[in-house]
């Protein structure tokens, strides 16, 4: 009988993975070299996952060339990738006793893969240099997305990595190339992205270190940042910068990919683009109007603070320079409503996509356009292009099954013992890959508090919601494991 699922193929794949893992610590072992920190937790973090890793490659490299990966492989390989990052980096927090309990560590670890920037640390900037730089580096490395890595560093991964590339996100944008050529493009716009946004928090007086942090976290979309204040502490210039690279990262990476290919007018009709920024425009605009009027703000103060907190939060990135639960009710539930908004499908960020809401307008649109014309045949388009009905149901399905796993989530939290608000905006956070709540969990506080039982759900909350629900969920489904 067939096999259902070449688990060679599997752990072939986590093999790339470990040793990308691995090398990402032996950079950290340097980093502590230069900042004169202990070099031993991460000499032997990054032993501990090549070896591993080391042995997977030895024993299926040869037994998978010229094979196939499937959707079956596909779905349990990514999920696989985030379970064994999440896990191999928290090593460096337990060995250096930064972060001493398992748990703790896990969250910090999973949250930093995920790009979620949600932290159980009280005083960020008593810990190792090194540490800081290990913990933006997993945003960093969990930004690109690992497989997509894969696809990149090792080119001699002779197996289908279609599935492996498009299933963090659904509708992507395609660009006509190969998958191999596609990764290689998303890197290097990635890598300069993060290397044009260095350069200007460097003139902005940012040292170094400090500089390739924030420009982790943001390209990233992921918001650890190396001091305890976030970003509140730095000048308006610096604040500046980082809004308008939370931007571009939370944008589709295909409209860089245009842009850098002077196809303007690709870029011009992509429908997702204008939403995302209508979005950050009206949502600023209003909370800015709030600040002027409720606080006293300068309109300068209250565009700033205003417009930061937003992009951060629609973006998914989580930097924060304002504590948005001391603004009024109204606001600050804005705030938390743009926590299910989501950045755009092709980038970075999490939540359920700028596309996802657009096209349920557009659903809404059309209904009401039947009502009036029950004869008409009126179709439903997306940059010109016609959505077809079984595209259409599986994102309106998704919509519904996210809300789903939100509210089974909140409701888990409130049984353990959890506030209502600090468990709905928990689990939303999470969910989203944003970072801060509301509640005890906002930008004044952190995830330290929870119990080990809430923070391991919001942990796998974390991989559910950067996996986009299904890829994980439909490993508990009985018909994934029949043939």
């Known amino acids: 009988m067939e096999k259902i699922i070449s ?142 890595l894969v696809i990149v560093v090792m080119p001699s991964l002779h197996i289908g990595s279609y599935h492996l590339f498009t299933m963090e996100s659904s509708l992507q944008d395609k660009i006509q190339a190969k998958i191999k050529e596609v990764g290689k493009r998303l890197l290097i716009i990635y890598i300069s992205l993060t290397a044009a946004q260095t350069v200007f928090l460097l003139l902005g007086g940012m040292s170094v270190f400090e500089s390739l942090c924030h420009a982790f976290g943001t390209i990233a ?19 500046y910068v980082v809004m308008i690279f939370m931007v571009l990262a939370g944008m589709n990476f295909a409209i860089h990919y245009y842009l850098f290919k002077r196809e303007f007018k690709k870029v011009h009709d992509n429908e997702e683009l204008k939403f995302y920024l209508i979005c950050i425009l009206i949502i600023g605009t209003f909370i800015t109007g709030s600040l002027i009027l409720d606080s006293g703000k300068t309109p300068e103060n209250a565009f700033r603070e205003s417009f930061f907190q937003v992009i951060s939060i629609i973006t998914c990135t989580g930097f924060a320079t304002a504590d948005y639960m001391e603004w009024q009710p109204y606001a600050w539930l804005t705030i938390f409503f743009a926590m299910f908004l989501g950045g755009s ?14 096209l349920l307008f557009k659903n809404i649109h059309k209904n009401f356009k039947q009502m009036i014309f029950p004869n ?55 969910m989203a890959g944003i970072g801060p709540g509301i509640g005890s969990v906002g930008p004044a506080g952190n995830f330290a508090h929870l119990s080990d039982v809430v923070k391991l759900i919001l942990s796998f909350l974390m991989i559910v919601g950067r996996l986009e629900i299904y890829t994980i969920l439909i490993l508990f489904t009985g018909s994934y494991w029949k043939n």
């Not at 979309?221 to 604040?239: C, E, L, M, R, V």
Request: contains cysteine; hydrophobic residues 45%.
């Open 221 to 239: 979309t992921g918001g650890f940042s190396p001091k305890n204040d976030s970003i509140a502490g730095y000048s308006p210039y610096i604040q």
């Open 345 to 358: 499908t092709g980038s970075t960020a999490g939540g359920i996509k700028m596309i996802r809401h657009l």
């Open 7 to 148: 688990y060679r193929i599997v752990l072939n794949v986590l093999s790339r993975n470990l040793f990308i893992s691995s090398g990402a610590l032996a950079a950290c072992a340097l980093v502590a070299v230069i900042f004169d920190e202990p070099v031993r937790p991460f000499i032997i973090s990054s032993l501990v996952v090549f070896i591993p890793g080391l042995i997977f490659y030895f024993f299926t490299h040869l037994s998978i060339q010229n094979i196939t990966i499937q959707r079956r492989e596909a779905y349990l390989t990514v999920t696989l990738s985030w379970i064994v990052l999440g896990l191999t980096g928290a090593i460096p927090y337990l060995l250096s006793n930064t972060i001493p309990e398992f748990t703790d560590a896990i969250f910090e670890s999973v949250s930093g893969f995920t790009t979620t920037g949600s932290s159980i640390l009280t005083d960020i900037e008593s810990l190792p240099k090194s540490i800081l730089f290990w913990r933006s580096l997993t945003h960093w490395i969990g930004g690109i997305g690992i497989i997509v």
């Open 376 to 430: 008409a045949i009126i179709l439903l388009k997306l940059n010109k292009s016609t959505i077809n009905d079984e595209t259409n149901n599986s994102i309106l399905s998704y919509i519904i099954s996210y809300f789903v796993v939100f509210a089974i989530g909140s409701f888990s939290l409130i049984l353990l013992g959890v506030d209502g608000q600090t468990a709905l905006s928990s689990v939303a956070t999470c």
